[in-house]
């Protein structure tokens, strides 16, 4: 789903709700709430129906991408933290972010993203993107390079 159109439909949950998100946070601030509001929703309809809620809706590429962070879960055999950090670094939340979303230290949110980069084999946000991208489980045989080679 093209990211405007989602910024759409959220704008009209935000005037269903008023004050609600927006209070006095900045535009970049009411985008990240709207995405993990919009990823919190997605791991209730799948955990559901086993369908993306972006599959459900009409998008494609989020709904492949939701299925690309769980099979790298899978493949790669995180542990529950790991994926549930995973998730936020897919939606690119920082370690602070991170470590105020969860309630943990700092330290403790860079050295779950170290510890799960290591596992995917990439060295950046940007690897992990593109990993995400392009990762399909059926070709969990042969792990896709991290970053296109030109």
Do not use: C, W
């Amino acid at each position: 789903m093209d990211e405007n159109k989602v910024l759409e439909r959220a704008a009209l949950l935000y005037g269903a709700i008023p004050g609600y998100l927006l209070g006095d946070k900045s535009k970049e601030e009411v985008a990240h709430l709207l995405v993990d509001l919009i990823d919190s929703l997605d791991d209730i309809e799948y955990s559901r129906s086993g369908t993306p809620l972006y599959d459900v809706i009409d998008g494609n590429l989020p709904g492949r991408r939701k299925k690309s962070i769980l099979a790298l879960e899978r493949r790669y055999d995180l542990t529950e933290r790991e994926a549930h950090i995973l998730r936020y670094l897919a939606n690119e939340r920082n370690p602070t972010y991170i470590a105020n979303a969860l309630g943990i230290a700092q330290a403790t949110a860079k050295a779950h993203k170290y510890s799960i980069f290591k596992k995917l084999g990439i060295h950046s946000s940007e690897e992990l993107r593109h990993l995400l991208e392009h990762y399909e489980e059926d070709d969990a045989e042969a792990a896709p390079s991290p970053v296109a080679q030109d």
